[in-house]
Nanobody, 122 residues
Framework: VQLQAFGGGLVQPGGSLRLSCAAS????????IGWFRQAPGKEREGVSC????????FYEDSVKGRFTISRDSAKNMVYPQMNNLKPEDTAVYYC????????????????WGQGTQVTVSS
């Protein structure tokens, strides 16, 4: 099982960024994919997730209305679109896979990819 997050970078406050998570080595459509982030000195927190099957989405309160997560089963990819970014969104972002369902608790996930750095600064 491999997961790789990419697409991070430096963006100004109010800007947008689309991350990507490439998955391989498992039946992608059967797994929910979660996105987490970890800022320096802080615990890893769940940001959003999308289930397998019906592709139901969930968002952490601070990103609701700003982040949108989607998945492309043909390409085994998940895309969190992040709009109206704020300095407090600065963190390393990770994607993870666990079961068909998803949630925002890191303990629910078995497989983790390498992170990608997102920095929101003027």
């Amino acid at each position: 099982v491999q997961l790789q997050a990419f697409g991070g970078g430096l963006v100004q406050p109010g800007g947008s960024l689309r991350l990507s998570c490439a998955a391989s080595g498992f039946t992608f459509e059967n797994y929910g994919i979660g996105w987490f982030r970890q800022a320096p000195g802080k615990e890893r927190e769940g940001v959003s997730c999308i289930t397998g099957g019906f592709m139901t989405t969930f968002y952490e309160d601070s990103v609701k209305g700003r982040f949108t997560i989607s998945r492309d089963s043909a390409k085994n990819m998940v895309y969190p679109q992040m709009n109206n970014l704020k300095p407090e969104d600065t963190a390393v972002y990770y994607c993870a896979a666990g079961t068909m369902y998803c949630g925002l608790r890191a303990a629910s996930y078995t497989y983790w990819g390498q992170g990608t750095q997102v920095t929101v600064s003027s």
